[in-house]
T-cell receptor
Framework: AQTVTQSQPEMSVQEAETVTLSCTYD???????LFWYKQPPSRQMILVIR??????QNATENRFSVNFQKAAKSFSLKISDSQLGDTAMYFC??????????????FGTGTRLQVTL | DAGITQSPRHKVTETGTPVTLRCHQT?????MYWYRQDPGHGLRLIHY???????DKGEVSDGYSVSRSKTEDFLLTLESATSSQTSVYFC?????????????FGPGTRLTVT
């Protein structure tokens, strides 16, 4: 079974600064996906970014980028130029790569990020 | 945003009563999932469906049942609600057979069992 660990329950960053959220995972699989989801106070789960394990290039989406270290089983999220709207709970999630089937997500416990003025 | 709705959005019920939560999608995706979210646990999979009338258990399925009679609807039933089932419930969909690997989530249902 896979496990996902987020060791930072809470973090704080000032507006316009950069922050990195950590995530490690444990799996015996070789092909998989990793995701970061954002949950603002509205409670809606919003997909932030996705990484395929077979791709060496780190994924980026505007101000969000990841540092994927497959050998170390590490998947951190970097938020650049932080904005007040980035205040949310952030979840790291793992999915086995099994196209065409119901692929289940395993979530970490989340990191609560507060962006301050 | 993916077309996913959940009803009701909030519910308070008493211990021992049956409760049914509904998830409705307009994306025609094959796969649907029910998760629960609790402090300190993230989201955990309850049940999932890989087609009409095809369902399977997740990691926390005890006390829950599901049904899917149409592609667009996935129902989660608590046969006899207990206080330990107080939680926020999320439905998610994916179209992995269409190359849509990501799961997209509904707005959630907050259930309180008193």
């Amino acid at each position: 079974a896979q496990t996902v660990t987020q060791s930072q329950p809470e973090m704080s960053v000032q507006e316009a600064e950069t922050v990195t959220l950590s995530c490690t995972y444990d799996t015996s699989e070789n092909n998989y996906y990793l995701f970061w989801y954002k949950q603002p106070p509205s409670r809606q789960m919003i997909l932030v970014i996705r990484q395929e394990a077979y791709k060496q290039q780190n994924a980026t989406e505007n101000r969000f980028s990841v540092n994927f270290q497959k050998a170390a089983k590490s998947f951190s999220l970097k938020i650049s130029d932080s904005q007040l709207g980035d205040t949310a709970m952030y979840f790291c999630a793992f999915m086995n790569r099994a196209t065409g089937t119901a692929s289940k997500l395993t979530f970490g416990t989340g990191t609560r990020l507060q962006v301050t003025l | 945003d993916a077309g996913i709705t959940q009803s009701p959005r909030h519910k308070v019920t008493e211990t021992g009563t049956p409760v049914t939560l509904r998830c409705h999608q307009t994306e025609n995706h094959r796969y649907m999932y029910w998760y629960r979210q609790d402090p300190g646990h993230g989201l955990r999979l309850i049940h999932y469906s890989y087609g009409v009338k095809d369902t399977d258990k997740g990691e926390v399925s005890d006390g829950y049942s599901v049904s899917r009679s149409k592609t667009e609807d996935f129902l989660l039933t608590l046969e006899s609600a207990t206080s330990s089932q107080t939680s926020v419930y999320f439905c998610a969909i994916s179209g992995a057979d269409q190359g849509v690997i990501e799961q997209y989530f509904g707005p959630g249902t907050r259930l309180t069992v008193t």
